[in-house]
Each structure stands twice: as structure tokens, then as C-alpha cells.
């Protein structure tokens, strides 16, 4: 069981480095790019932007409420703002995207698999992963990263309201402390995040899809694997990326 958990995690990441060496080869396939950015963008925007209004509320009234009993509400706004760009926004992205739209190129990549669509195009020379792969890959690295600032802004502003309308915060206070807190670092390192979620978003899904087992039955499971395996890459690499970013910048004002 384990030798397998290992073969299968060396493939995966040999599907990763082969993803980015084939992005930088041509001919880029543009179109499909487009087609499968407009797709991605198209299924996760209404349920992130929905999303994002109760998180932002959820984390402004918790951070609000724990400010209020440590006497420090004038740092509410700045607290909950970090809150949400730092951690709550890229994730909300990425398990918007592996839901949906990384469960749709598993399902597409799968039903070309066993109709052998794949071995075809290899048998003519075509790299699969160039033609397939790569366009999915970066839209969903692409969508990742916009949709990132969305929700960021949705979130930002849905935080504000609850704690202004809700909490009796003061609207001078919850900016002064954001402009307080935050520095520029905070939102690229969100960016950065949304951009690696994004990449492991694709590559788990489009891995999955091109190994399903047992026919269509196999793509059906091959589908849930994938979102499942990606909210576990997920959590595990915002942890490290978020113990590396609190050692290596300071915080403003440290």
C-alpha cells in the first residue's frame, strides 16, 4: 500500500515537471487556453464571490469579538482584513476551482482516456499533455489568480460591513488599523498562493484523468480522488507556505 502511495506520488510529480517543460514549447494551443479559462472562470466566480461575503462576516465577527475582550478593537479591521487575504482568500479559490472546475477536466481528460482519444493523438505524434494538459493547467492557474483579488475585495468588503453594522466599529478604525498592519508582502504572498494552489488544482485533476481505472465507473471515481487529493495538497502546502512567509518577512512594524 505504501510502495503504491509512492509510485503513485512520483507520477504525479513527473506529470508536474513534464507540465512545465511543455509549457514553454510550441505551438502554445491558445484557443484551447481560452476556451478552458472561460469555462473555469465561468463556474467559479457567482460561488466564490457568494462564498467569500459569509466567510469575510464569519472571521470579521470572531477576530471582532476576541478584539472586544482583549481591549484592542481598534486593530479589528486589520486583523480580520489579514485573516481573509492571507489564508482565507487563496483557499476559498483553490477549493472552488478543484471542485469544479478541476472536476470537470478530470471527467473530460478521463472520458477521452477510455475512449482512447489519448492513445490515438499519441500514436499521430501528439503530446497529449502539450495539447490538453498545459491549456487546463494554466487556465486554472490563471482563474486562480484573478479570482483571488476578487474574493479578496468581496471578502475585505463583506468583513467591514459586519463589523461597522453589526459590532458598532467605527469605519476610521477599521481602516487605520488595516493600513497599520498591512504591507504589500501580505498580498503577494496571497497572489503566490492562489498561483501554487492553482498549478496543484490542475495537475491533480489532470493526473487523475489521465489514469482512470475500470471504465466509466473508473472515471467517476477518478473524479472524487482528485478533489479529494487536492484539498489535502491544499492544507498542507498553505501551511508551509505560511511558516515560510511568517520567517522570512517580518511583520510591519516588528
Known amino acids: 500500500m505504501i510502495g503504491g502511495a509512492l509510485r503513485q506520488t512520483g507520477r504525479l510529480f513527473t506529470l508536474a515537471v513534464e507540465v512545465g517543460r511543455a509549457i514553454f514549447r510550441r505551438p502554445f494551443q491558445f484557443r484551447e487556453f481560452v476556451e478552458q479559462f472561460w469555462f473555469v472562470a465561468g463556474v467559479t466566480i457567482l460561488p466564490a464571490a457568494l462564498v ?3 466567510f469575510g462576516a464569519v472571521i470579521a465577527l470572531q477576530v471582532g469579538s476576541l478584539t472586544r475582550q482583549l481591549g484592542a478593537q481598534s486593530f479589528t479591521g486589520g486583523a480580520s482584513v489579514l485573516a481573509v487575504v492571507q489564508q482565507a482568500s487563496p483557499l476559498i479559490v483553490a477549493l472552488l476551482i478543484a471542485g469544479a472546475g478541476g472536476s470537470a477536466i478530470c471527467a473530460d481528460l478521463g472520458s ?8 490515438a493523438m499519441e500514436v499521430m505524434g501528439v503530446s497529449p499533455v502539450q495539447r490538453l494538459v498545459v491549456p487546463r493547467v494554466l487556465a486554472t492557474m490563471g482563474v486562480a489568480v484573478l479570482l483571488n483579488g476578487l474574493v ?33 508582502a501580505d498580498l503577494y504572498i496571497s497572489e503566490l498562493k492562489a498561483l501554487v494552489f492553482g498549478f496543484i488544482a490542475g495537475i491533480v485533476a489532470a493526473y487523475r484523468g489521465l489514469n482512470p481505472r475500470g471504465g466509466p465507473k473508473g472515471v467517476g471515481d477518478a473524479v472524487n480522488q482528485s478533489v479529494v487529493i487536492t484539498f489535502l495538497l491544499l492544507f498542507f502546502v498553505n501551511m508551509v507556505m505560511t511558516v515560510l512567509y511568517l520567517r522570512i518577512v517580518p511583520p510591519k512594524g516588528g
Open 112 to 119: 477521452r482516456k477510455i475512449r482512447e482519444e489519448l492513445d
Open 52 to 54: 467569500s461575503i459569509p
Open 152 to 184: 479578496s475585495v468581496v471578502g475585505t468588503l463583506g468583513g467591514y460591513f459586519f463589523n461597522v453594522i453589526m459590532q458598532d466599529g467605527t469605519p476610521a478604525a477599521y481602516l487605520s488599523s488595516f493600513s497599520s498592519l498591512a504591507q504589500p
